[in-house]
């Protein structure tokens, strides 16, 4: 099992400032969400052109990888015009991850919009997959929705991915937000992915109020929370699975919580001490 991070924690740093980062607190790869602020990573200098080339060859001198690049793409939209912008997108971001080696992106479901229902949401969003994973597959990247929103719980994804029918399209499995939503153990999360899980996001919440599913989360270090995290990492370790855990610090919608510089460390601390464990 690989460990990385999410830029999500550390959205104003520049990529030179993430590489370092990761390279001094001994992840293995970054996952790419925002930088410099931006979430247009294709327009950024230092993914672009000869930048490019360069962080290519910084990362691979540290032994670092692009696990995942992380879009902004939602196919939940009532609008035919804005799942097209999404679409856009999405191959704009399937081309910088096939130039960076990484193997896949992240798109969102995300939630029925309003005067929509649950079915028309995930026909649109099962089109939307489709079409993007047939653009990416000759470039040899993945499409991967992440388990979040309306699709959090693992059978609402693999309803999606099922009806989606490319070869290519998998899940990024973010148990915390099946558990939060809808009370979906990590355990039988798992076990209805049936294999598709091609990226894992890590985190760690407290619940503010009363003890239903539905109130609301807020973010704490991992193994501070009500979250069964280590279970995630024993069950991990257990089904024999080798890609990359990624911790997903929300410092960019969080503002309030504590900067990556804390939450990195101690992250890496937990993580490896749950790794013995």
Partial sequence: MKIGFSTLACPSWSLAAAIEHAHALGFDGIELRFIDNSDRLWELPELRGSGLKETRDRLASLGLEIPCVDT???????EESQRLESLQMGRAMVELAAALGAPGIRVFGDRVQP??????????VADGIHRLAEFAQPAGVGVWLESHGAFACARETMSVLRAAACSNAG???DPLNAYSEFGEEPAAGWRQLEGSARHVHIKDAVRLHGSSPSEPWEPVMVGDGDFPALAVIHLLRQEGYRRFISFEWEKRWHPLIPDAEIALPQFMRWMRAAMEA
């Fill in 72 to 78: 902004s793409c939602f196919f939940h939209y009532t």
């Fill in 115 to 124: 005067g929509a229902d649950f079915s028309s949401t995930a026909a649109w």
């Fill in 171 to 173: 899940v990024v499995w």
